[in-house]
């Protein structure tokens, strides 16, 4: 298994305005849609800043220990946000992506998918990913740039599932049930195609091309 990436990591400061009872005992807490999808962990030595980063397949975010229930609720979610708009600037180029692949082949499906090629493509506009099995090789589609990190991820690990398991039957989906955010970045995709399909308000009501989502 390939060891973690480095985390990325947002900070903010906190407004002196905040009230807040004060924390003694620091102990994590887990909150998201997501089983463990965030961890909050209140520090003593805090005084004014909020940071957040990514740890494996959870967030992180660090906050003052006098900080509220309701102040808490509000900074998660500021925190998520910045870290979602940090990484949707986050391009990566072919190599990062066959590095990226690499990890996730290692973390969630034992090294055992080994693409010779992973790159991103201009030519795939109805599905977000494909490969070939026999050649070894794994394309995404260029309109995956600039999503959200987990949405690439499960891409990227959806066809690399493909180079073991050619369709979508049982077997398939028994490899991507390692990957915890499968159900999340699927509705993301989901969204995205709906969205396209929407007229345009300024405008004529458009008709675009059809999409589709992995696993559907």
Known sequence: ???????????????????????????PQSR??????????????????????????????????RMSEAEEQRWVRVML??????????MLGDAELAARAEWLSGQYL???????????VTNQNTRWGS???AEGSIRLSHRLQGMPEYVVDYVLLHELAHLLVPGHGRRFWQLLEAYPRTERARGY???VVAAARLPHLSGPRTTSRKATVPGR
């Open 1 to 27: 298994m390939s060891a973690d990436p480095p985390p990325r990591t947002v900070g903010q400061n906190v407004s002196r305005s905040a009230a807040s009872a004060p924390s003694t005992v620091p102990s």
């Open 81 to 90: 946000e910045k870290l979602a708009a940090q990484e949707s600037k986050r």
């Open 189 to 191: 995709l989901e969204g």
């Open 131 to 133: 490969c070939t099995p």
């Open 110 to 120: 034992s090294g055992r998918a080994r693409p010779d090629s992973v790159r991103w």
């Open 32 to 65: 998201g849609s997501d089983a463990n999808a965030v961890e909050v962990r209140r520090s003593t030595r805090r005084r004014r800043t909020v940071s957040a980063y990514r740890e494996g397949d959870r967030t992180v975010v660090l906050i003052p220990a």
